[in-house]
């Protein structure tokens, strides 16, 4: 008999009824000894949250298939609002001159109605004990969709700008390549190794940013993120896997997936577990680029005249 898989079970984690997300996305960082961060107590008071409304929709009748289908019918409609105004300032947070709205809003609004679905789904399917392998396709496919439908949002506007913006339809594509690299080289990965759970951008964290980027208006600056930040990921994945089939094919132990030992291991913050205080301080520096980084460089928000370098680049060449 095959081993029975979580029905919807996030990129980054396995859910049952005898472990729960929660368990598993602090796992390293309880194996790791090192003290808790802000975002422990914050991920854990998210996950008894979560649990206490899928118990309701349990009672309700609600599937975890359902779920699903309306959180990617929400990111859908935010994929729609972005593409209506990636590039709008929002009214309560205006730093430059350029266009102004509330669809980034809208945007924002949409996105946690479908986050608030991705999480419930499978705490449903585990508190009801609806878990299967097809549910567990469905929400991993799913999620790769969600990612399409906001990058293609993103590069929609931008090419349907009275001057279309080749830099940021080229960002965009991108980011979108980077998600999908992300987790299908995990999943690759996983049928000749154990685990490759590495690198720091997991759709959680990506997720945030383009939620942080819709609340304060500043969607350009996190294209850049997703597009450069997001690939240093995709790397470490890729050379995580190559040393982790090496060192099998020698009988030697895997690499290991978190900072280097020694002292030069205490400046890779970014391979700090989540709930750890180096994780913390990461993600607060992602956070403080942006939301104040075009504050600085207004070119973030693609409204200056060189907010489209490439353009400039083909033309002069």
């Known amino acids: 008999m095959q081993p029975t898989v979580p029905q919807h079970m996030p990129e980054e984690s396995d859910t049952s009824a005898e472990n729960p997300p929660e368990t598993k996305d602090f796992r390293a960082w309880r194996d790791s000894g090192e003290a808790a961060g802000a975002s422990k107590s914050i991920g854990s008071a998210i996950a008894a949250a979560r649990d206490g409304v899928a118990q309701v929709l349990v009672r309700l009748g609600a599937t975890p298939n359902r779920i ?24 309560y947070f205006v730093v430059h001159e350029g266009p102004v709205g509330w669809w980034p809003v809208l945007a924002a609004v949409f996105l946690l109605l479908a986050g608030a679905c991705d999480m419930l789904d499978g705490a449903v399917a585990r508190l009801a004990h609806l878990s299967s392998r097809s549910g567990a396709l469905l929400d991993s496919s799913v999620d790769r969709f ?50 490759c759970s590495v690198g720091y951008w997991l759709r959680g964290e990506r997720f945030a940013a383009v939620l942080i980027g819709c609340l304060s208006g500043h969607v350009p600056a996190v294209l ?25 094919d020698a009988d030697r132990p895997p690499p290991t997936r978190g900072p280097w030992p020694g002292w030069l291991g205490r400046f890779q913050l970014w391979r700090h577990p ?35 370098p490439l353009r400039r680049w083909l033309l002069d060449s």
């Open 68 to 91: 699903t289908v309306v959180g990617f019918l929400f990111t859908c409609v935010a994929g729609y609002c972005l593409a209506r105004g990636a590039s709008q300032q929002v009214p």
């Open 146 to 195: 969600s990612d399409m439908a906001l990058c293609i949002g993103c590069f929609l506007h931008f090419a349907l700008l009275d001057q279309p913006s080749i830099t940021y339809q080229l960002l965009a594509v991108f980011a979108l390549c980077n998600a999908v690299l992300i987790s299908y080289l995990k999943a690759r990965a996983e049928n000749v190794i154990a685990d």
């Open 224 to 248: 850049w993120q997703l597009a450069i930040s997001c690939a240093f990921t995709v790397w470490r994945r890729l050379s995580y896997a190559f040393l982790a089939i090496r060192a099998a």
């Open 274 to 308: 989540r709930g750890s205080v180096a994780y913390d301080l990461v993600t607060g520096t992602h956070i403080a680029y942006i939301v104040a980084a075009p504050c600085l460089w207004p070119v973030l928000l693609a409204v200056e005249e060189h907010a489209d």
